[in-house]
C-alpha cells in the first residue's frame, strides 16, 4: 500500500488512470490509441469540448470568461500574463507570500511597473500578510491562492475593485470561490487538475486588447481564445487527463463536495500536529493552507527516523520542499481521507514511542 502526499505531479483518482491506460490501447474503440490520434479529429475535438465545458459547469463561469488549455507549466503564465495585460508604463500591484509568487513579480518586472503591496519574506513566508493598500491605478492585482511550498493559503477573495489575476496552480477545485471575481485565473494541471504539460487559463474576454506591445502568436490569449486552444497541437493526453478528472470531479459532487472532504482531511492533520509536540507545523494557524501541510521536527535525529518510519509504511512525497527543509503533507482533491488518517496514526504512534 502506497499513500501518496506527493506536492506535484501528485496523486489522481485510481479510475482516471484506469481511463487513461484503457485510452492509450484503444481510444473509444476506434482501434487506435489516443496518442496516434489528430488533435483535428472529431474524437478530439469532443475531449477538448468536455473538458472545457466541465470546467465551466464546475468553477459556473458566466459567458464573459474564456476556458483556456495551454502549454508552458504555471511559470509560463508568470510572464505570458504581464505580456497580454501590461503596458511598459502600467502598474502592475503583487502580493509577495512565497517562492512561486516571487518569480511571478520576477517575471512582471521584464514587461511594466510591478508594486509589491505585502510581503512575508520577513518570516519566510509563514503567514499571508493583511491590511496591505492596493494603489487604485493598479491594472492589476495578482496574488497565489496556495503558497504550495510554504503551506499559506488566501481562501477567500481580496476586498478591492482592482481586477484580480490568481495562481491557484495547487487549490483549484478544491473549494467554492466565485471564480467570476476574476480577470484570470491560472493552474499548471499537475497538482489538482491532471497530468503535467498543460495550464488551465479562465480569462475575461474583455479584460484583454489594451497592451501596445507585440504579442507572438503562441502567447496571445486572444489567438488561443480565436483557436479554441488548438492554434498549435495541443498536449493532447494532458488535456485527456484533465478531462478525466473534471469527471470525477462533477461525478463526486462537485467542487463543494470534495470541499467538505479536503475541510475533514486538512483538520485532521493540523489537529494531529498541534497536539503532538515532536511535531511543530511552521505556518500561523490561521493562514494554514488546507492542501500543503507543512511541519518540522526540530530534533535533526528525530526527523531522520520519522522519515526512515513514513518510508517503511509507505508514505511518499513527505519530505519538505528543499527551500524550507522538514516535511510537506500533499493533500489534495484525489487524496483520500484514509490516507490522512494514515499518516496521522504513523505520526500518534512514533510520538507516543518517542515522546
Ligand atoms: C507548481 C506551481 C507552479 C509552477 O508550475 P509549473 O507548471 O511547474 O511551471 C506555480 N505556482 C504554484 C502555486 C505552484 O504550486
Known amino acids: ?36 490520434i489528430g488533435h483535428r479529429t472529431p474524437l478530439f475535438q469532443a475531449v477538448m469540448d468536455e ?7 464546475l468553477m459556473a463561469l458566466d459567458a464573459g470568461h474564456e476556458v483556456l488549455f495551454l502549454h508552458g507549466g504555471a511559470s509560463t503564465q508568470f510572464f505570458q500574463i504581464p505580456m497580454n495585460l501590461l ?6 500591484a503583487y502580493l509577495d507570500c512565497g517562492t512561486w509568487g516571487t518569480k511571478a513579480i520576477k517575471e512582471a518586472r521584464l514587461f511594466g511597473q510591478v508594486a509589491v503591496v505585502g510581503s512575508s519574506k520577513d518570516k ?62 491560472y493552474a499548471g ?14 480569462v475575461k474576454k ?32 494532458a488535456v485527456y487527463v484533465c478531462m478525466l478528472t473534471l469527471r470525477w470531479l462533477k461525478k463526486a459532487g462537485g467542487i463543494a463536495a470534495l470541499e467538505k472532504i479536503n475541510n475533514e482531511k486538512a483538520a485532521l492533520m493540523y489537529k494531529t500536529l498541534d497536539e503532538l509536540p515532536v511535531f511543530r507545523p511552521t505556518v500561523v494557524p490561521e493562514d494554514r493552507s488546507l492542501m500543503n501541510a507543512v511541519f518540522v521536527i526540530d530534533d535533526p535525529a528525530l526527523e ?20 524550507v527543509g522538514g516535511f510537506r503533507a500533499s493533500m ?24
Open 1 to 36: 500500500m502506497v499513500y501518496n502526499f506527493n506536492s506535484g505531479p501528485s496523486i489522481l483518482p485510481g479510475e482516471v488512470f484506469e481511463e487513461a491506460s484503457k485510452a492509450i490501447l484503444n481510444f473509444e474503440n476506434s482501434g487506435l490509441s489516443i496518442l496516434e
Open 51 to 57: 473538458a472545457i465545458a466541465l470546467v465551466k459547469e
Open 87 to 92: 503596458n511598459e508604463n502600467e502598474t502592475a
Open 124 to 185: 519566510n513566508y509563514t503567514y499571508i500578510p493583511k491590511g496591505y493598500p492596493i494603489p487604485a491605478g493598479a491594472k492589476y492585482f495578482h496574488y497565489t491562492t496556495n503558497n504550495t511550498i510554504e503551506g499559506t493559503q488566501i481562501r477567500s477573495i481580496p476586498e478591492t475593485t482592482i481586477p484580480l489575476v490568481a495562481d491557484m496552480s495547487s487549490d483549484i477545485l478544491s473549494h467554492t470561490l466565485d471564480f467570476n471575481r476574476f480577470a484570470l485565473i
Open 189 to 202: 494541471a499537475q497538482k489538482n487538475i491532471g497530468a503535467a504539460g498543460v495550464n488551465l487559463v479562465i
Open 206 to 237: 474583455d479584460f484583454l486588447g489594451t497592451v501596445d506591445r507585440k504579442i507572438p502568436s503562441m502567447l496571445d490569449y486572444r489567438q488561443h481564445i480565436e483557436a479554441g486552444s488548438m492554434l498549435n497541437t495541443p498536449p493532447v493526453f
Open 304 to 323: 531522520k527516523e520519522f522519515l526512515a518510519a513514513c518510508k517503511e509504511h509507505g508514505m511518499v512525497g513527505v519530505k519538505g520542499h528543499r527551500s
Open 332 to 355: 489534495y482533491n484525489a487524496l483520500p481521507l484514509s490516507s490522512v488518517k494514515a499518516l496521522t496514526d504513523l505520526m500518534s504512534d512514533f510520538a507516543n514511542k518517542k515522546g
